[in-house]
């Protein structure tokens, strides 16, 4: 499964916006800007709801996505332990 931000990658790259750009539209910094990239902070329903405003990708998406990645990483991991 992949992670939610390679999604994200993706829909940037599309979307056309530039760094600045994107941070000014969602407003936030670089540094978290960086961080939902490299999946070091999740995506929260608020972020998602302004993914939803600046990228026309619905917040339930994400949401949904977000639970989803959460959900296998912990099977996994819990997978792991029982071995």
Same mark, same amino acid.
Request: hydrophobic fraction near 35%; avoid cysteine.
């Given at each position: 499964?992949?992670?939610?931000?390679?999604?994200?990658?993706?829909?940037?790259?599309?979307?056309?916006?530039?760094?600045?750009?994107?941070?000014?539209?969602?407003?936030? /910094?670089?540094?978290?800007?960086?961080? &939902?990239?490299?999946?070091?902070? %999740?995506? @929260?329903?608020?972020?998602? &709801? $302004?993914?939803?405003?600046?990228? $026309?990708?619905? %917040? @339930?998406?994400?949401?949904?996505? /977000? $639970?989803?990645?959460?959900?296998?990483? @912990?099977?996994?991991?819990?997978?792991?332990? %029982?071995?």
């Amino acid at each position: 499964m992949s992670a939610p931000s390679e999604t994200l990658k993706e829909v940037i790259e599309d979307s056309g916006l530039t760094q600045q750009e994107l941070m000014s539209k969602l407003q936030i /910094t670089s540094e978290e800007l960086s961080d &939902l990239m490299n999946d070091e902070i %999740a995506i @929260t329903p608020e972020m998602a &709801l $302004k993914f939803e405003d600046v990228f $026309k990708v619905p %917040a @339930t998406f994400w949401n949904k996505l /977000t $639970k989803n990645y959460i959900q296998f990483k @912990t099977n996994s991991s819990d997978e792991k332990i %029982a071995r």
